[in-house]
């Protein structure tokens, strides 16, 4: 830990001795040690209660979570569908771990399709913190919701009085299409509402020459070089200002394979990637996955930031 905070400390000195020059999209390759690993994980409706929810969970299976989640040796977690803070420190334990839970409200229940008598929880945004990381929580981004109650806040922190700042998203589903201006469908309406909002979030920080991160279940297929959102997002002037840690990875999941969570990086913070950093973790295991081998319908994939 004492070396992340040392990491954290060097990126804010070279971040202001940077700020007037526009980086280029190339991650370096760090020789130290000292380093900032960052995991995304949508951890499908964890909720507060043994056997609440559309993934009701024993006992075991909350250690099993937990047990799990030690292995990650991650510095922040940025998750998604986490009903509370309740529920998170089930996973995360108050001793190592500190807490930010978006203030979306809770929204009406729904049955769960699979689980006749059993009724949503609360889906949040949240980031579990590694005690010793000085952070400051942020003002939800409730512009992403719409002014919907059935759409998520983001989540926002930031490292060393401002200097890098992390944004935790949790995107409208069911628009998973190359093109999404071109789809009527409801899912994809309101895709269309919520990308320019991003994109405008996104364009501010590049403007200002603020380091940034943009991480979270972004429920579209970025990767595809059809993508139009993916186009509009990370271009500005024709020339390339984000890289998607998952251009070249795929999904762990055993059918869909490509992939809808991403860590999303800036023009500065892209300069401190630690190359070959990028990782899908398939719950530890090796090779195709069962349903059966996976502790929630997505797998945490991660990042590392390093300062050479």
Known sequence: MKKTLIALAALTALMGCQQKEQPSLTPVSATSSESLKLVSWNIEHLADEVGKGCKPRSQADYQALANYA????????????????????????????????????DNE???????????????RTAF?????????????????????????????????????????VHMKSGCFVSDYRKENKKACTMYQQQGPILEKWVNQRVESKQAFVVLGDFNHRLVDQQNRFWQELSKEDGERILLSSMQNLQSCHPKYKAPIDHIITGPISTQWIVDGSQNVDAFGKQGELDYKDMLSDHCPISLTLSIK
Do not use: M
């Open 109 to 123: 229940a729904y049955e769960c399709r699979g689980h006749e008598g059993l009724f949503s929880t609360p889906q």
């Open 70 to 105: 030690a292995t990650l040796n991650a510095d922040i977690i940025a998750l998604q569908e986490v009903q509370s803070e309740k529920a998170l420190k089930r996973v995360f334990p108050e001793s190592q771990w500190q807490y930010v839970v978006s203030s979306r409200p």
């Open 128 to 168: 579990v913190i590694k005690k010793g990381i000085n952070y400051q929580a942020q003002a939800d981004f409730k512009a992403l919701a719409l002014d919907n109650p059935g759409l998520r806040y983001g989540t926002s922190i930031s490292l060393n009085n401002g200097q890098l700042e992390l944004l935790n």
